[in-house]
Structure formats: C-alpha cells, structure tokens
Nanobody, 115 residues
Framework: QVQLVESGGGLVHPGGSLTLSCAASGFRFDLYDMKWYRQTPGKERELVAYISNAGTFTNYADSVKGRFTISRDNAKNTVYLQMSSLKPEDTAVYYC????????WGQGTQVTVSS
C-alpha cells in the first residue's frame, strides 16, 4: 500500500538545524512532484517547499527562503527538507505530500524550535 513516512523531527534551539526525511513506498515516486507542508494548531496547512519529480525545479515559501532546502533521491524514494537558522515560528507539524493525478500525505513529524 501507499506510504509516506516522515522522520527527523524533534526539539532544536533557535538558530539550529534539522533535516527531515520522507520515505515513500507503494507508488512510482519518480513520477510525483513532492512538497513539504507544515501546520500549527488553529491554522491552515502551509506549503513550505516544492520539488518537481526529477528534482529540476524547486520553490519555497518566502518565510523559509534561504534557510530551507528541499531535495530528493529517486533511487531511494526519499525526499528531504534541510532546515537551518531555525526560528521559534518554524515550530509545527511537518508533512510530506506527493502529488500527481492522486495526492498522498504522510502522518507528519513534529518540529519544535525553543530555547
């Protein structure tokens, strides 16, 4: 069955770094564009970063540009989100998303930025 499993979340101090991973299975990963979203309680899910299926194109929310990097390894069916210079406002549950004609979601991983 289709699975997207995020990992790498945790507690980090402001200014720190963290790398999230999302391992995909059950579908043709290399055909799907991938995205990272985040959500905090009471707010809508926010698109953070996008990468095209071949990794050719990327795009970022203004709030994370220059601090976050999305990448993928199609041989490993995995997408990554490298996060640096983290701020308390980056605290959220982070979800990976696979999109083509069908959309798949992971279960999310908590990132907490706090001193």
């Amino acid at each position: 069955q289709v699975q997207l499993v995020e990992s790498g979340g945790g507690l980090v101090h402001p200014g720190g770094s963290l790398t999230l991973s999302c391992a995909a299975s059950g579908f043709r990963f290399d055909l799907y564009d991938m995205k990272w979203y985040r959500q905090t309680p009471g707010k809508e899910r926010e698109l953070v970063a996008y990468i095209s299926n071949a990794g050719t194109f990327t795009n970022y929310a203004d709030s994370v540009k220059g601090r976050f990097t999305i990448s993928r390894d199609n041989a490993k069916n995995t997408v990554y989100l490298q996060m640096s210079s983290l701020k308390p406002e980056d605290t959220a549950v982070y979800y990976c998303n696979a999109q083509r004609s069908t959309t798949y979601w992971g279960q999310g991983t908590q990132v907490t930025v706090s001193s």
